[in-house]
């Protein structure tokens, strides 16, 4: 069976410091990953999706960044954090030759001060 | 283009009572259409999905869904709510060759004993 893991599961950073969040999946081939965020109180924001090792496809411009170094790796980082940064970061997967649904990590509380 | 939109950002209902949490989308091509919960601090998790199939929809927890092409609508219904039901409630709309779904902004269903 599947399965996707994110860490850490919580970060506090100051404003200023990088960020490198991890997302692995396991259990399936070339997968679609994504990464979403949250906001208090708010709904999903989309931040990029990949459809294959190297392919980055951003939807929010800012100062995040996504890579895909192995077909089943989703990191997302920053060079410098800021306030508004802070949020719940979940990370997602849909399977080739499925139908459209997502499959959803744990997610990561990131805390900027 | 596709929309969701969630009627009521809280429903508050009494143990034992019936679950209605309302869904309505709109979409230009054959949708997709998904239910998902989440617990605090926790990622997302299918509850059901509506794929052109059967339009009436049974997912986990009892929860159901009936699809209703004539009213755009995709409401998420369980005959009697539980305490362990509270949570977040994200309807979400996909489909024609888009892989990256709609989600609507979420329902807080809180149940009182």
Known sequence: SQTIHQWPATLVQPVGSPLSLECTVEGTSNPNLYWYRQAAGRGLQLLFYSVGIGQISSEVPQNLSASRPQDRQFILSSKKLLLSDSGFYLCAWRGQGMTYEQYFGPGTRLTVT | ?113
């Not at chain 2, 509850?47 to 009936?66: D, H, M, P, Q, R």
């Open chain 2, 1 to 113: 283009a596709q929309s969701v939109t969630q009627l009521g950002s809280h429903v508050s209902v009494s143990e034992g009572a019936l679950v209605l949490l309302r869904c309505n989308y709109s979409s230009s091509v054959p949708p997709y259409l998904f239910w998902y919960v989440q617990y605090p601090n926790q990622g997302l998790q299918l509850l059901l999905k509506y794929t052109s199939a059967a339009t009436l929809v049974k997912g986990i927890n009892g929860f159901e869904a009936e699809f209703k092409k004539s009213e755009t609508s995709f409401h998420l219904t369980k005959p009697s709510a539980h305490m362990s039901d509270a949570a977040e409630y994200f309807c979400a709309v996909s489909g024609g060759g888009s892989y990256i779904p709609t989600f609507g902004r979420g329902t807080s269903l809180i149940v009182h004993p």
